[in-house]
C-alpha cells in the first residue's frame, strides 16, 4: 500500500543510524512516497557542558540544513521535502527550538525520550517503570502537546518501553487517556511507530508499540499518524510493517491520519 508521506525519517547524524541523506530521499521515491520529512534528533545546546550520545550535535545542525535544503531542490519534481525535528519537550531550552524555526526547521514532533533535560533526568523509559513516573510522562506529553510547537507525538506508549504488556496498569490506562484526550482537544495526532513494530516482528520488541496501549486509546477518537521512524533508508521501502500497521490499526477502529496541515493541501 502506498503511503503518501512519512514524516519520521532520521541520519546519520543521530549517531545511531546509517545511510546518507541522499540514500532516504532515493529510498522514499522508489517507495512511493510523495513527501518526506527529516525529522532527526534535535541538537540542544546543554548548558551544563553535557554531549549527548544520541542526538545530533549543536554544530552538526548547519549541515543538516544545508543538505536537506539541496535536496529539497535538486528533487522538487519527485518529492516533497519537509526539514524538521524529532524533539523532547524540555521547558528550560524551548526558546532554542523556537529561535530554529527561522533557520528553517518546519515542524517538530514530539519524541519524549528524557523526563526533562537529559543532562539530568532519567529516561523517560526508566522512569516509566513505576506508576508514579508514567503519570509524570503522561503529564510532560500534555503539557508538550499544549505548547502548540509539536506536530505530532512520537511513540506515545514509550511508557511501555521496559513493561511487559501485562503491566498495562491503571496508571498505564490514565496516563494514556490524558494523552488521548488532549490528542482530541488539541487536534494533534499519535504515532504508531514501525521502528519498534519491525523490532517486535523480529522478536526483539522494545515495548511499543503497545497492543495494550493501543487496544485503550481506541476508546477515544484520536487522530492516529504511522510513522517508518526510519534510522535506515531500507526500513522507508518495509511493506510488511506498514501492511500490519494498517490493519491493527483499521481492526481497532482508528481513523488514520496521513498528512500533516502544511502538506493537506497537496
Ligand atoms: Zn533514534
Ligand atoms: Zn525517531
Not at 523532547?88 to 528524557?114: A, N
Amino acid at each position: 500500500m502506498l503511503f503518501p508521506a512519512n514524516y519520521h525519517t532520521h541520519t546519520t547524524r543521530c549517531h545511531h543510524a546509517v545511510g546518507d541523506d541522499r540514500d532516504y530521499v532515493e529510498a522514499a521515491i522508489r517507495a512511493g512516497y510523495r513527501i518526506l520529512g527529516f525529522s532527526d534528533h534535535v541538537p540542544f545546546p546543554f548548558a551544563s557542558g553535557y554531549v549527548s550520545g544520541m542526538r545530533m550535535h549543536v554544530d552538526e545542525l548547519p549541515g543538516y540544513l544545508a543538505s536537506l535544503k539541496g535536496l529539497r531542490e535538486e528533487y522538487a519534481d519527485r518529492l516533497k521535502i519537509h526539514i524538521g525535528f524529532e524533539a523532547e519537550y524540555f521547558p528550560r531550552y524551548l526558546d532554542h527550538l523556537r529561535r530554529m524555526q527561522d533557520m528553517g526547521v518546519e515542524y517538530y514532533i514530539l519524541g519524549q525520550h528524557w523526563m526533562d533535560s537529559e543532562e539530568d533526568h532519567p529516561s523517560s523509559a526508566d522512569a516509566c517503570r513505576e506508576d508514579d513516573g508514567v503519570l509524570r510522562y503522561a503529564e510532560g506529553v500534555v503539557r508538550a502537546m499544549e505548547t502548540g510547537l509539536y506536530s505530532y507525538v512520537c511513540h506515545p506508549d514509550i511508557l511501555m518501553r521496559f513493561r511487559r504488556e501485562e503491566d498495562f496498569t491503571p496508571a498505564c490506562e490514565e496516563a494514556t487517556d490524558m494523552i488521548c484526550e488532549a490528542a482530541i482537544r488539541l487536534n494533534i495526532p499519535l504515532e504508531y511507530n514501525l521502528l519498534g513494530l519491525r523490532d517486535r516482528l523480529d522478536g526483539h520488541g522494545r515495548g511499543y508499540p503497545s497492543p495494550a496501549f493501543w487496544a485503550h486509546a481506541s476508546r477515544h477518537p484520536i487522530p492516529v499518524i504511522i510513522g517508518v521512524d526510519a534510522h535506515d533508508p531500507a526500513r522507508l521501502l518495509d511493506e510488511d510493517t506498514k501492511a500490519f500497521a494498517e490493519k491493527d490499526l483499521s481492526g481497532l477502529g482508528f481513523r488514520i491520519t496521513r498528512l500533516l496541515p502544511m502538506d493537506e493541501e497537496t
